[in-house]
């Protein structure tokens, strides 16, 4: 409590003042730019009070002054008997010290614009990547320091994934704090197995198996294209015979008759996989210092499959082999014949395209023709002693004849095999009892109840077409989308790729009726599908996928196709396509 005494200091010491203030002159203030010019009775002196609060407080001396000053942002001094307040210089620390509660900070106090002003708090976050921890230190904030070298991050699009194909490890923190992504691995696998992607564990493999109904006898149709640029030069082989398939993996091939010593691989038994998807491997021993190997398909009811090369334009198809007696008897049918033919003399190849109508004693009802891709003119086929004779084995043959307007008739005999739906006949020319001629002819029976959705699904294709003036190896899939458009495609022509489809002149058709005089089948099939700027064009037939003459109900059917010019001329080359399982 102030006693009475001070008080009286302190009045005495108020009036004295007033007193001093009243004889003294007014100042008389003139502000010119930042300067604030003081005047009084004896001199004029320049103060600069641009950050100065000039409030006009009598002064003898600093120490009168800075008695005032109850803000460490701000200092007072006497000048010319008056106190004059400015503000130090902003950042200078004031009030309270820097401070951590958990994982905030809150920086220590400064002077901005003469107040004393707190800063607002900061979470100490830990730095991207993981490889960091992040603490709080009153004096100076928040602070990072390394984890150990070889800890578990993530960096870029993260780790432990497997994408298309591809394994992204785990990443992990290098000693400066930094997190470094771990080299991306492409997981692959060899013949007869299966890539597959744990995102925990990384890449791995699987073997595939031999799918149920896959083993057994097989019988089958091999074409080989050899071109100009080998050392035996051009040629066209071909052989027919039969392959074993193995429940355990391996192949064994039985006899053969060929077009020449030579023309099928030396090797006689190897291995194979079959996938539940009916997807077919089969390795064929070396093609010179690479392994060659040929890839195809198995129809879902495993009774017909095809193959192509890896390595070179080669082409199996083959139909599996009954385990008894199959019908003999003729029936009414009519066929589209499609197949792929060497010259007699030279080494060059050509198309065939034609309609065969058979009666029910199993020959021709009428005579008929089929196109040649390598002329205008139409060849002639006699009905006269042209009839198709299955033996209950399981084997076929065609016997007829055929001519060239106005050149004397050729007695030619077509030999293979038929599924016992007898939808599909796989043959070649028969040159001798022993032998072959080099080609592959396919009879695709009508297929009276077929349209665009019968081929509703993902299909396997493989076969032999002409480029420039060769053949070569073609392959991938494709998918329809059972209403006239080829929704999708992946596709090699030796060692080109392509992908498409989808676009609104990716078209495919399936004729459902016949019209009757121009060879136009039920089931008759094209497709132009766009490849890059050219049209890539097919004409051909679908499998009717009937037995006997009765109808065989959720069987798939199996496209057998031409390749044609961009004006649907035929051209060589032949090709398969079988739907997925």
Not at 514 to 526: E, F, H
Not at 537 to 566: D, F, K, M, Q, Y
């Amino acid at each position: 409590m102030m006693s009475r005494t001070t008080f009286a200091l302190l009045a005495v010491a108020a009036v004295f003042a007033g007193c001093i203030e009243a004889n003294r002159p007014v100042a008389q203030d003139t502000v010119t730019g930042g300067d604030t010019l003081v005047e009084d009775a004896d001199t004029q002196v320049p103060v600069d009070t641009s950050a100065a609060d000039t409030t006009q407080v009598a002064c003898d001396g600093d120490a009168q002054c800075a008695a005032l000053v109850i803000d460490s942002c701000k200092t007072a001094t006497c000048v010319n008997h008056a106190c004059v307040f400015t503000n130090v210089e902003d950042d200078t620390p004031c009030g309270d010290a820097g401070a951590c509660s958990g994982a905030q900070w809150t920086a220590p106090e400064t002077c901005q614009d003469g107040a004393c002003v707190k800063p607002a708090p900061v979470v100490c976050a830990s730095l991207p990547g993981g490889c960091t921890d992040t603490v709080c230190d009153a004096d100076v904030g928040c602070k990072s320091t390394p984890k150990d070298q070889g800890t578990e991050c993530v960096a870029g699009g993260g780790a432990l994934l497997c994408e298309e194909g591809v394994w992204h490890p785990q990443d992990h923190c290098d000693a400066a704090g930094n997190c470094v992504e771990a080299a991306p691995e492409a997981c692959e696998a060899g013949f007869c197995q299966v890539a597959v992607c744990d995102p925990q564990q990384g890449c791995g493999v699987q073997d595939v198996g031999v799918a149920d109904g896959a083993a057994g006898d097989w019988r089958f149709v091999y074409l080989r294209f050899v071109p100009d640029a080998t050392l035996v030069g051009r040629e066209v082989f071909s052989a027919r015979g039969t392959l074993t398939l193995d429940g355990d993996g391996e192949w064994h091939r039985g006899a053969v008759e060929a077009s020449a010593v030579g023309a099928m691989p030396a090797v006689t038994v190897s291995s194979f996989c079959v996938g539940e998807d009916g997807g077919l491997a089969l390795a064929m021993g070396m093609d010179g210092e690479e392994p060659n190997a040929v890839i195809g398909q198995l129809t879902p009811e495993r009774d017909l499959l095809f193959a192509v090369s890896y390595l070179r334009p080669e082409l199996f198809v083959a139909v599996k082999a009954p385990t008894g007696t199959v019908p003999t008897e003729a029936t009414a049918a009519r066929y589209r014949m499609l197949g792929v033919v060497k010259k007699a003399i030279t080494s060059e190849v050509y198309a065939i395209d034609g309609v065969l109508s058979f009666g029910s004693d199993g020959c021709l009802d009428r005579p008929a023709t089929y196109q040649r891709s390598d002329q205008e003119a139409v060849v002639n086929i006699p009905s006269a002693g042209a009839c198709l004779q299955f033996a209950a084995d399981g084997t076929v043959s065609f016997p007829h004849e055929e001519s060239l307007s106005g050149r004397v008739g050729v007695p030619v005999t077509l030999s293979g095999f038929s599924r016992l739906s007898r939808d599909v006949l796989v043959m070649t020319i028969a040159a001798t009892d022993e032998a072959v001629f080099p080609s592959l002819v396919m009879l695709v029976r009508e297929s009276p109840n077929a349209g665009l959705s019968a081929l509703e699904g993902t299909y396997a294709f493989g076969g032999l077409t002409a480029s420039g003036d060769n053949l070569d190896r073609l392959g991938g899939k494709l998918v329809y989308d059972g209403a006239g458009l080829v929704t999708s495609y992946d596709a090699f022509l030796g060692d080109l790729v392509a992908t498409g489809g989808g676009g609104t002149q990716d078209r495919y058709t399936v004729t459902t009726a016949d019209t009757q005089g121009t060879g136009n089948l039920a089931g008759s099939y094209t497709h132009d599908v766009a490849t890059g700027t050219d049209r890539n064009r097919r004409v051909g037939h679908i499998s009717a996928r009937v037995s006997t003459g009765e109808a065989a109900p959720n069987l798939s059917p199996v496209v057998v196709v031409l390749p044609v010019s961009s004006t649907w001329h035929i051209v060589p080359g032949i090709e398969l396509a079988i739907r997925r399982q």
